[in-house]
């Protein structure tokens, strides 16, 4: 890319700092999106649909993984600040469905026993889990 290796370590003297860099930007655009499903998408499930997207188009772009579920694998090697960063991005995700989950309660279009963030927290936990498995079996055509 024409980047110099000091020209890196000038702007993040660390990979904690860099992480925490991607982490953050990472969020940000996660942000955005969430706005702009909540503006522009009524229906809940098309919302929650959409949502599913971003994970499929992630594996997409090169197979890559979510940056988030990445580093939580890595949680033990990483710096205290990026730990907090990583776990505040699985936080925004699931605060985000618990949210939409609620208001289709709210509506009447979506139906769940459980409480909406305990239903949130084993839906992004199942899009995490299936970019795993998307990766271990080399099969990115099942991914939702």
Known sequence: MGIKTASIH???PTKGDLGLALVRRHRQELTEAFAHLDADEPDTWERL???AFFFRA????GHRMCLGGMLA???KSLPADLVAEVREFFEENERWLASTLQAGRQ??????GRPAAEIARILFAALEGAMLSACAFGDFSEVP
Request: without cysteine; negative net charge; aromatic residues 22%.
């Open 58 to 61: 992630t594996l997409e772009n």
């Open 49 to 51: 649909l959409q949502y």
């Open 107 to 112: 509506a009447r279009t979506v139906v769940f």
């Open 10 to 12: 000038y702007h993040f």
């Open 73 to 75: 694998i890595e949680h």
